[in-house]
């Protein structure tokens, strides 16, 4: 298999060495410890056109992890597609724990729904079909929802992630914790303009804007983690 190091990938996007060793970490820890669930969602988008789009099983495994440490009540995510990284988050969070899931469009939602709702997590997801900012703005309209989420999983549209981030930083609680997917895409951001297809090149200058932004905030700490198209993991502290 090809070496993807300098390139940018084409299909299931990893930023490792190489396409082995991806694989290797999926089979070995990854595959047999995802939920029936999920492997029964990430199925049934494999054939979706755009299913590169899906969360990355091996980001959401850590997801899961630090959504059980954190244990939120409510939590926002914006970009939810086929429902990966929400039914992710709805079989991980408390019972009573509440998502309000934003997506633009609701087809492919759609794809995912029936599994969610078999594997009855269903009652915790608010799905709102919209564009996720006019909604931000809108809940920041209620003083209540200030610091009223403590965690949110942004997976939209990359130009915007500035914008989520500003609204976000105080709509979530201090100490609660924001996670920003595709913050590497596909390791793009290290490399020179001219040796990216031009498709790809809007988006990485917007991630290389965002990761610049975020790395110079004090409101929060941040780790970014080259798993998937890269996650960057923050949690606010002012
Ligand atoms: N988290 C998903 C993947 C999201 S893909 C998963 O795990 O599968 C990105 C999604 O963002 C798409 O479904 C797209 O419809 C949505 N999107 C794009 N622009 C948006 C916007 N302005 N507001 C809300 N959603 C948007
Ligand atoms: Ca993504």
Same mark, same amino acid.
């Not at 940018?8 to 490792?16: C, G, H, I, R």
């Not at 290797?24 to 988008?45: D, F, H, Q, S």
């Not at 932004?213 to 998937?228: F, K, T, Y």
């Given at each position: 298999?090809?070496?993807? !190091? ?20 999926? +089979? ?44 939120? +009540? ?63 703005? +809108? ?22 992630? $500035? ?21 590497? $895409? ?5 490399? !020179? ?6 498709? +790809?090149?809007? $988006? !990485? ?34």
């Amino acid at each position: 298999m090809e070496n993807t !190091r300098n390139q940018v990938s084409t299909k299931n996007p990893t930023l490792l060495q190489s396409e082995e060793l991806h694989e290797y970490i999926l +089979k070995t820890g990854v595959y047999p410890r995802e939920p029936n669930a999920l492997k029964e969602l990430r199925i049934a988008t494999a054939n979706h056109p755009m299913a590169f789009m899906g969360t990355a099983p091996d980001a959401g495994q850590l997801m899961a992890m630090l959504l059980k440490l954190v244990n939120p +009540k409510n939590a926002i995510e914006i970009g939810v597609f086929t429902g990966y990284s929400l039914l992710l988050t709805a079989l991980t969070i408390p019972d009573y724990g509440k998502i309000t899931a934003i997506d633009i469009n609701r087809k492919a939602y759609e794809i995912g729904l029936p599994i969610i709702k078999k594997a009855g997590v269903e009652h915790k997801i608010d799905f709102i079909e919209s564009p996720a900012l006019p909604i931000l703005d +809108k809940l920041l309209e209620n003083p209540e929802k200030e610091g009223s989420f403590d965690f949110a999983f942004v997976d939209a549209d990359k130009n915007n992630y $500035w914008n989520y981030h500003k609204r976000l930083m105080k709509l979530v609680k201090i100490g609660g914790m924001v996670i920003y997917d595709n913050t590497l $895409w596909g390791g793009s951001v290290a490399l !020179r303009e001219e040796d990216v297809p031009e498709a +790809k090149r809007e $988006w !990485r200058q917007c991630a290389i804007e965002f990761n610049k932004l975020i790395s110079a905030d004090p409101r929060v700490e941040m780790s970014q983690v080259p798993l998937g198209d890269g996650v960057t993991i923050c949690r606010r502290v002012c």
